[in-house]
Each structure stands twice: as C-alpha cells, then as structure tokens.
C-alpha cells in the first residue's frame, strides 16, 4: 500500500472542503456526502490527465473564494482558479524558487496579494505580480526550515520553524537580513506552528508529539504606529527592484541570443562560399575534360587523312 502526505482547506460556505496530497491531485468534498469528491484538480504544468507534482499545501483565502494556492514537494507554488472556463486553465501561474517541499504557504492577512513560502532552508515572500522570483528571502539556515505563518496582528511579522528545535521571529521593521528573536523551544525538530487569531499565543508542535505555548510580548501582537503604510512600500519598492532585475536580465539574454546568431551567420556564408567553389570547380573540371576529347578527336582525324 502506497501512503500520501494530506492537507485539507476548508472553503467559506462551511459545507465544503478541499484536500490536495503527494499523489498530485487536488479533490474537493461535500461533508455531508463524503463518498466520493465532488471535483478533481490534476496538478500538471503541461495540462495533461497524469500528475507530475505532488500536493503538500494548500492556501486559501475566504475573501477569494475562487482562488487558492498549492505548494508541492517539487518546490513550485501554483495558483490556481476553480472557476477556470476549462479544466486545463485551472492552473493560472506557478512560482519556483524552492529546493525542496514547500511546508507552508499563507497570504499575507494584510497584503491578499503577498503571500509567505516555507522550504528546505529559506522561507521566501512572494508578490502575484511577479512570478520570476520571490521578492524577500531569508539567509540560507543551516536547519531545514519545517513551517511558517504570519502574524495576524502585525503585517510586518512572520515566524519560522526549524529541525534543530528553534522558534525564528521576523520584524521588517525592525531588520531584515536576520531574525529579531530566536528561542530554542526543543532538543528536537519543530514540525508545526499555530497562532492564535489576535497574535498574542503561538502553539509550536515538536517532532514527538509535544506543543509548546508562547505568549508573545506586546511589541510582537499590536500593530505599530503606520506599520501598514511602511510594509507596504517595503513589498512595493522590493517588487519594483526584482522588475527591473527582471527585464535587465532578459534584455541580456536577448542581447546574448543576438550575438550567438550574428556569429553564427559568416559560419554559414562561408559554408555557402565553399559549396559555390567546389560547383564552380566541378564545371571547371568537366569543361577540361571536354577540351581534351575534342583535342583526342581532332587528333585521330588528321592521322587518318
């Protein structure tokens, strides 16, 4: 028997639910018939009926209730419409950036438009505008990163978790290159976090079963005075630096393909030059030819007058 790694999501009309699992699919139910899935997601880039990514989370937001998010053990996030005219346009955008398995993935309750990935050793925030790449990352852990979330109390604030049992807390306004707390919770790998709807508590699941509860301090769990305004121009001015990043770089590899083709031009005139040379000897050859049986000819006629 075959075992599979299960999210589940549960949409905003309380009747209904959506799973998604490793065996690449994505499957909504009716809890008040739970026979059979009334919906089947596959979860193929190239719009085939065979999946190729497995499902390991899922996001969604109540106030899109058409739009949710896979993360999948490949690395990739893709985003998705269940209300696509067809079923192959269901998926609408994916964003690589991951290594490994992304084990979260939530918007930002602030920013819908934002949203925070969780993989192998870096956890990423992400614009909708921009599916080249991520537009903040943390450094590189030496841990593999297990989980995220945000604060629901503070748009500047995310909190990660890692194998070698610590609490990672992160304030943009406060820096961002580094975390702002770090607590060792355990002596063994954090597997889950949990925060309570007004940011103040935060359950953190550890490998063998045990939950931790924290209470945050009041600079972690109230919003700062124009808190929003400044993350909001911190995601806009690090969107507009990975844009132009972005098109620098295509006009490079643009740039690059032009070259490559220009060089590429004498090679094949030479190669033109060459076949009319050896045409031109050809006639050349058969034309002396040609000469040298006429001169035979008029040889042998006059021998025998």
């Not at 790449?133 to 995220?148: A, E, N, P, V």
């Not at 972690?220 to 929003?228: A, D, F, H, I, P």
């Not at 972005?246 to 590899?253: G, N, T």
Request: aromatic fraction near 10%.
């Amino acid at each position: 028997k075959q075992w599979y790694q299960r999210r589940v999501a549960i949409t905003a009309g309380g009747t209904e639910c959506f799973t998604t699992s490793t065996d690449g699919q994505v499957l909504w139910w009716d809890i008040r018939k739970m026979a059979e899935p009334t919906e089947t997601l596959i979860l193929d880039l190239a719009k085939g009926d065979k999946p190729t990514l497995g499902g390991i989370s899922l996001e969604y937001e109540s106030t899109m209730p058409t739009k949710f998010m896979v993360g999948t053990e490949q690395g990739v996030v893709l985003s998705c419409n269940r209300k696509a005219k067809t079923p192959a346009d269901r998926i609408v955008a994916n964003f690589s950036g991951h290594y490994g398995p992304v084990y979260a993935l939530q918007r930002n309750p602030f920013f819908p438009k934002n949203f925070l990935t969780v993989g192998d050793w870096t956890a990423r925030i992400w614009s909708e505008d921009l599916r080249e790449s991520s537009i903040m990352w943390t450094k590189f852990h030496r841990s593999y990163l297990t989980d995220g979330c945000w604060s629901p109390a503070r748009p500047a604030v995310f909190f990660t978790s890692r194998m070698d049992g610590c609490l990672d807390v992160w304030d943009y306004m406060f820096k961002q290159n580094d975390p702002t707390l770090s607590l060792q919770v355990c002596d063994e790998a954090l597997n889950c976090l949990r925060i309570q709807d007004s940011g103040s508590l935060l359950a953190c699941g550890s490998h063998s079963g045990n939950v931790t509860l924290l209470e945050l301090s009041e600079s972690l769990s109230q919003q700062q005075r124009n808190e929003k305004a400044s993350v909001t121009q911190i995601f806009e001015r690090e969107t507009k630096r990975e844009k132009i990043l972005e098109s620098r770089y295509r006009e490079l590899k643009l740039k690059e393909r032009a070259k490559s083709q220009q060089e590429e031009r004498p090679a094949e005139d030479d190669g033109e030059d060459a076949s009319e040379l050896v045409d031109e000897a050809d006639k050349n050859f058969w034309f002396t030819v040609e000469q040298e049986k006429i001169g035979i000819e008029k040889k042998e006629k006059a021998a025998e007058q």
